[in-house]
């Protein structure tokens, strides 16, 4: 997930959270965010470092968007963990509502995306990849209200 919290918000002030880049699995991300299969998420603690942004706190709110950019739901921030990508348990990865059975195939899933031109972009680092010992932020959320459109 990323927290924007100098980029533009709602009417109401609250940061902006993107889940990955706009298309289908942004799209995938909040439908199921939205339906309440998704309920927990995990980012780089790099991706914080680089970004400069403060690791998120239990009771902080911000904006869901979806693709298009428009506010679809307002989530609450219920639990954070920092651990060792390799520290992560089946509970986090099935409550992520992508539909992996099993940490193997979360983790495959988001090594994937990790390991992306687009993340990579984003990091600034062109080789970048990840092991057992990179650092995670596992978040969990709660859905406080949805938007209208």
Do not use: C
Request: proline content about 7%.
């Amino acid at each position: 997930m990323t927290t924007d919290a100098s980029g533009p918000a709602d009417a109401a002030g609250l940061p902006r959270t993107e889940f990955g880049f706009p298309g289908r699995l942004r799209d995938r991300l909040v439908a199921a965010s939205l339906d309440g299969s998704k309920t927990s998420t995990t980012a780089l603690a790099l991706g914080y470092e680089v970004e400069e942004e403060p690791l998120p706190q239990v009771g902080d709110r911000s904006v869901l968007v979806d693709s298009d950019d428009h506010p679809v739901a307002v989530l609450e921030v219920v639990h954070v963990r920092v651990v060792p990508l390799g520290k992560v348990d089946l509970s986090h990865a099935l409550d992520e509502g992508e539909g992996h059975q099993t940490v193997a195939q979360w983790r495959a899933g988001h090594e994937s995306f990790w390991h992306s031109p687009q993340m990579r972009a984003v990091l600034g680092d062109p080789d970048f990849t990840v092991d057992d010992a990179t650092r995670v932020v596992l978040e969990r959320f709660r859905v406080v209200a949805h938007l209208p459109d």
